[in-house]
């Protein structure tokens, strides 16, 4: 299927839409988060607390993976959906608030919002293998990926940045916006059989099953297996580069460094947007996991290009070749997640993974704004980098062959 016949398609182009305006909010929210607990002078410690208010979550996605193939993924997103605006208008009213409640509203508001995007996030990345053809799958999800990175890192973070130097709430009003739109989007489908709960082929084992098939089924799976355990050195290193990226670029930098570097996250997002067009195809030319193995180094190389200088160059360097792998890598693992997993685990399997890889996030966040405030950002960015590469070296680089699976075999 090309890119095309994919946006012809009713379902894909209503969902994509969705996820765009979605992935809107998101880079809006997500790139202004950080700028605007800065701005109010906090330090790398205050920005670490908040990234892990939000992100604290992941280290409950088994039971709210579970959640989620219980109830469906339509009910889940009009329920969750719903709350998570509410959490992004509260995260806005900071701006009102007096400046020492501030930082209180934003952590609330950020637990809030992270409660529900596990919730929405386990939802939005189970449907296109619910409503979309398996053949269509590797397609779909480059697409989804395009369209999300040109929304979630080119116009987004650039918007926010723009919109924090008029109020330090506005972006987070805007990101409210999107996201009701998005869940307009999605309600088409809130009450659609095909991403209602999911019947499971074969008799379960209980309330184990329930909380732990996901995980199960992860770990026993060589391809599934190798991923998980990359991406728990990848999240760290990616994690720590956020927490730090913010305030090593302002102290480096003019009253105007927060716009600077939204651009250049955009600019990063315009690199990630290609690149995810040329997922599939890179996948059908060299095989999806030699592409795996090349791409997961870049979460090694991009703190290492960070810690030479907080100037423009190896910031922006850096920011792209984190983009680019993430944005090659996604669509192609979230592809072979579809292919090897049963349709009732299809949420706790994810939500498996995200425990795995994304329950670290919130200890990393707290460990590289404490250790930068303490010992400088440089050692921190270091560390990330020499995470990052053991972790691809005990994943893919060592556990991949050059293809391990049938639909591998297929695209060769």
């Avoid at 016949?5 to 950080?34: C, E, K, M, Y």
């Avoid at 900071?94 to 919002?113: D, E, K, M, S």
């Avoid at 990226?245 to 927060?258: I, K, L, M, N, S």
Wanted: hydrophobic share 55%; net charge neutral; with cysteine.
């Amino acid at each position: 299927m090309s890119f095309r016949t994919a946006l012809a398609d009713g379902t894909i182009r209503r969902i994509t839409g969705a996820n765009a305006a979605s992935n809107l909010a998101s880079g809006i929210f997500l790139g202004a988060l950080p700028l605007a607990v800065a701005a109010r002078g906090a330090g790398p410690f205050l920005i670490g607390l908040v990234a892990a208010s939000l992100t604290g979550w992941w280290l409950l996605s088994l039971p709210l993976g579970a959640v989620v193939d219980h109830y469906g993924v339509g009910p889940t997103l009009r329920i969750a959906g719903t709350v998570r605006i509410a959490a992004v208008g509260l995260i806005g009213a900071h701006a009102l608030v007096p400046a020492g409640w501030a930082i209180p509203v934003i952590v609330i508001g950020a637990a809030v919002f992270g409660l529900t995007d596990v919730l929405v996030d386990c939802a939005t990345e189970t449907m296109p293998t619910l409503l979309v053809a398996e053949d269509d799958w590797d397609t779909a999800y480059s697409l989804f990926v395009t369209v999300n990175r040109a929304t979630n890192m080119v116009l987004g973070p650039s918007i926010g940045a723009g919109l924090l130097a008029i109020s330090t709430g506005l972006p987070f009003l805007i990101a409210a916006l999107a996201l009701a739109v998005s869940w307009w989007a999605y309600s088409t489908y809130f009450a659609d059989p095909r991403v209602g709960r999911q019947t499971p082929t074969e008799p379960t084992g209980g309330a184990s099953e329930v909380l732990f098939g996901g995980l199960r089924h992860v770990t026993s799976d060589p391809f599934l297996r190798a991923v998980a355990i990359t991406l728990v050195g990848v999240v760290i290193a990616e994690e720590a580069v956020a927490t730090v990226v913010a305030p090593y670029f302002r102290d480096a930098h003019g009253d105007h460094w927060a716009q600077v570097l939204g651009l250049l996250r955009s600019g990063a997002g315009i690199a990630a947007l290609l690149a995810s067009l040329c997922a599939g195809g890179l996948a059908v030319r060299f095989g999806r996991n030699r592409v795996l193995r090349v791409v997961a180094g870049g979460a090694a190389l991009s703190p290492l290009v960070l810690a030479a200088a907080p100037a423009v160059g190896p910031v922006l360097v850096a920011l792209v070749v984190s983009a680019v792998a993430e944005a090659i890598w996604v669509p192609l693992v979230q592809a072979e997640i579809g292919r090897r997993t049963p349709r009732h685990l299809m949420a706790r399997t994810r939500a498996a993974i995200m425990f795995l890889t994304w329950g670290a996030l919130p200890v990393a966040a707290l460990a590289a704004g404490a250790l930068a405030q303490a010992v400088g950002t440089r050692p921190v960015l270091l560390a990330a980098a020499a995470v990052a590469a053991t972790s691809c070296l005990l994943g893919v680089w060592r556990s991949l062959g050059s293809e391990v699976s049938g639909a591998e075999k297929g695209d060769s």
